[in-house]
């Protein structure tokens, strides 16, 4: 059981084949998304210069599963991340993508603690509501379908009625605007 708590080596050869050291046998990129999907945290490395190349092939297995259809992100995510490479919100996208993504695996309820948590050193920053409610956006589009959720999640929103899907989104993004001008003046 020790074994499966460290990451999974594999060495990239100058071939770039990929090695698996525990089995002593080549992989492919579906491979490594197995042992991911499987809960098992990977590390690959290049052999030569040692260099770790684990965020490169990580990224390059969500491009060819999003290539073959299986849409995770929606374009205008996508977009947006591009665009946080250009911006002063670049600095804060990690950690709220980071935070987003360890939300849906602690389940709705954790969800719903992290949301209203109190002393979050976050709420500080400026656009700081802004961001928690496209997260909470986020939250219900990822968590529409899945059982448990019942595809509403989380809202801060004290208006009780309940707004279109397409209203939120063009509020959203309209938020995040503001924020981009507001964090572009910082």
Known sequence: MAETAKPLLIKRYASRRLYNTETSDYVT???IAGFIRAGREVQIVDLKSGDDL???YLLQIVAEHESKGDTVLPTNVLT???RSYTT????VVPQFLAASFEMLRDGPTKVIENMNAIPNP???MPGFDLMRKQQEAFMKTMMGGVPGWGGTGPSSDDSGGS????EELAEIKKQFAELQKKLSKL
């Open 122 to 124: 976050l709420t500080a």
């Open 29 to 31: 990129l579906e491979d």
């Open 88 to 91: 002063n919100i670049q600095s």
């Open 54 to 56: 684990t965020r490169q």
């Open 163 to 166: 707004q279109d899907p397409a």
């Open 80 to 82: 947006d991340l591009v």
